[in-house]
């Protein structure tokens, strides 16, 4: 008869600091100052899920599928557009089968000079996968993606950030530059796996500055959340004046099925129009700004 299972307020001091010491922030990567000593930089990202929000819980609705190819149709070309009028660089975040839907759409990402980074295979949730079964499709991912686009991604950022106890080794398999996953500090650090310094750098993430939170809804579900637009604008410029004050990053996730219609994209052209009006900042990509910090520190 097996031993029952120890209930967390029964765990001895070595499992719940195991626990804890797994993966952990290390070494804060904030320079003194930026490229070209811009005080501050600006990581503006979009995760492209399209369809596989509705695809990785198997789900059939047409309508949210539908959903998911708005941001194809409408989101993605408006997001391009800005970038290109504002000479901005940005990463993408994209799962394998949205580039398999998509393949042109990942071309014209790559041929204007922008990042893909990985976001899983169908935006499956890794905690919810078997240790094999996640490795292997995320190595998926990454030749897909490298078939489709002709460029290897040297970053992750897991699907709905969700961080399973073999993401880090997976992504150290893959020999990744960053990973933009964890909520540790506001700012880049090194990654520590079980004590040891990684090398890998960090880029943070936070829900506080992701437009999913303010706007998605589930009518099934009944989630019915919404923020009006000028509140949303309110929160992304506070947090990056305060990332300017203190000379830090400041990055964005948003995604092109959500921020993009037409009473919310000018959140993010005023947001840049605010941002350029402040002198010496650096608006790089994901790959940009982890290789910067991870030269910088020399880790």
């Not at 000593?37 to 539908?66: I, M, P, Q, Y």
């Amino acid at each position: 008869m097996s031993e029952p299972e120890l209930l967390p307020w029964q765990w001895p001091e070595e499992t719940w600091r195991a626990k804890v010491e797994r993966v952990r922030a290390g070494r804060n990567l904030k320079p003194a100052k930026w490229r070209n000593g811009a005080r501050c930089a600006v990581a503006l990202s979009f995760d492209v899920d399209h369809e596989t929000n509705e695809l990785r819980d198997g789900g059939k609705s047409v309508g949210r599928l539908s959903w998911g190819q708005y941001g194809n149709r409408v989101g993605m070309p408006r997001i391009l557009d800005l970038m290109k009028k504002e000479d901005i660089q940005a990463t993408f975040f994209v799962p394998a089968v949205t580039a398999l839907l998509y393949p042109d759409e990942q071309r014209r990402v790559i041929a204007e000079g922008h990042e893909i980074g990985l976001h899983g295979w169908i935006h499956e949730v890794n905690t919810a996968v078997p240790p094999d079964a996640e490795r292997e499709l995320h190595l998926r991912s990454a030749d897909t993606l490298e078939k489709i686009t002709g460029v290897r991604p040297v970053g992750m950022r897991t699907p709905s950030w969700d961080f399973s106890e073999v993401t880090l080794s997976i992504e150290r398999e893959l020999g990744l530059l960053y990973d933009s996953s964890l909520f540790a500090d506001d700012d880049p650090y090194e990654i520590v796996e079980k004590g040891e310094p990684t090398g890998m750098v960090e880029l943070p993430v936070e829900w506080i500055r992701d437009d999913a939170v303010y706007f998605n809804m589930n009518r099934f579900q009944a989630l019915r959340p919404y923020t009006a637009p000028e509140v949303v604008f309110d929160i992304f410029r506070r947090e990056f004046d305060r990332a300017y004050e203190e000379g830090g990053l400041f990055l964005l996730t948003m995604h092109p099925h959500v921020i993009t219609y037409r009473s919310r994209i000018w959140i993010l052209e005023k947001l840049i129009a605010h941002i350029k009006e402040m002198p010496d900042v650096w608006f790089a990509s994901h790959a940009e700004i982890a290789a910067f910090v991870k030269a910088e520190s020399g880790i």
